[in-house]
């Protein structure tokens, strides 16, 4: 039986709080609560190691992640969370190249899947931006967080 736990810990951008299933992280958001970096179960080896690779994408050390994740979604949102997972560090899409890698005829449904990621950061949608090249809205926290993000992939 997967137990479904939580772990904080605080980041450059907020307190992340973690998802986990005991098997893989199923979602990331950044929280108010004042909770202190706390352990994982003791049987969950997934939480350590997110943290972990979390910390060092935030200090510049790492530009992949290789814990597992487990994303539910529609066949379509499965698809575009996976695309995004393809987009290099460091580098920009458009939405509509992201429709069309997907084979997806409508811009606007992709916009709306990619903001309803799960976990952000870790499935890179701050990596898409609109054709004209402004940053738009990220759902994390807002755009402030986007254009850090990116800032922060640019420096390296």
């Given at each position: 039986?997967?137990?479904?736990?939580n772990?904080?810990?605080?980041?450059?951008?907020g307190?992340?709080?973690?998802?986990?299933?005991?098997?893989?992280?199923?979602?990331?958001?950044?929280?108010?609560?004042?909770?202190?970096?706390?352990d994982?179960d003791?049987?969950?080896?997934?939480c350590?190691?997110?943290i972990?690779?979390?910390?060092e994408?935030?200090?510049?050390?790492?530009?992949?992640?290789d814990?597992?994740?487990?994303?539910?979604?529609?066949?379509?949102?499965?698809?575009?969370?996976?695309?995004?997972?393809e987009?290099p560090?460091?580098?920009?899409?458009?939405?509509?190249?992201?429709?069309?890698?997907?084979?997806?005829?409508s811009?606007r449904?992709?916009a709306?899947i990619v903001?309803?990621n799960?976990?952000?950061?870790i499935?890179p949608?701050?990596?898409?931006?609109?054709?004209?090249g402004?940053?738009?809205?990220f759902?994390?926290?807002?755009?402030?967080?986007?254009?850090?993000?990116?800032?922060?992939?640019?420096?390296?």
């Open positions: 039986m997967k137990l479904f736990h772990i904080y810990f605080n980041s450059k951008i307190m992340i709080e973690l998802t986990c299933d005991g098997e893989a992280i199923t979602a990331l958001t950044i929280t108010d609560k004042k909770q202190e970096c706390k994982a003791n049987d969950c080896t997934v350590p190691k997110a972990q690779q979390l910390q994408y935030f200090s510049g050390l790492r530009t992949e992640f814990f597992p994740v487990k994303l539910n979604g529609s066949v379509l949102q499965t698809d575009v969370w996976k695309y995004l997972q987009i560090y460091g580098k920009t899409v458009s939405y509509s190249e992201v429709a069309s890698a997907v084979n997806c005829k811009v449904a992709v709306t903001g309803k799960p976990v952000p950061i499935v949608c701050h990596r898409v931006i609109r054709k004209s402004v940053i738009g809205k759902s994390l926290v807002g755009p402030e967080v986007k254009e850090f993000l990116l800032e922060l992939e640019k420096n390296q």
